[in-house]
């Protein structure tokens, strides 16, 4: 079973970016479309953002368009969410996943206004 830990989370002002990485324990990650999903307390947890893995196409949630950019690094196997222009309703535990198949642990982001 691969291990995915994700890295990055903080506390930042409103406006401010922050880089989320997910580091995966095998080398499968390249051939599976990766994702970035996002949690609040008594809330489903909702999609963020994705990547296939073929191509590359990404894929994002109408709140993350614009600001979220998503992206991998195969010969590290570790995928990123850089996150620019964060509001408070982005305040969340972010997690990654290899195609909903494996789940990291999260981690939390919070931003504060």
Known sequence: QVQLVESGGGLVQAGGSLRLSCTASDGTFSRYAMGW?????LKE?????AITWIGGSTHYADSAEGRFTISRDSAKNTLY?????LQPEDTAVYYC???R???????QVTVAS
Request: aromatic share 12%; hydrophobic share 40%.
């Open 97 to 99: 996943t290899k195609d």
């Open 101 to 107: 198949l494996a789940w990291g642990q999260g981690t």
């Open 45 to 49: 947890r909702e999609f963020v953002a």
């Open 37 to 41: 999903f996002r949690q609040i307390p």
């Open 81 to 85: 969410l850089q996150m620019n222009s």
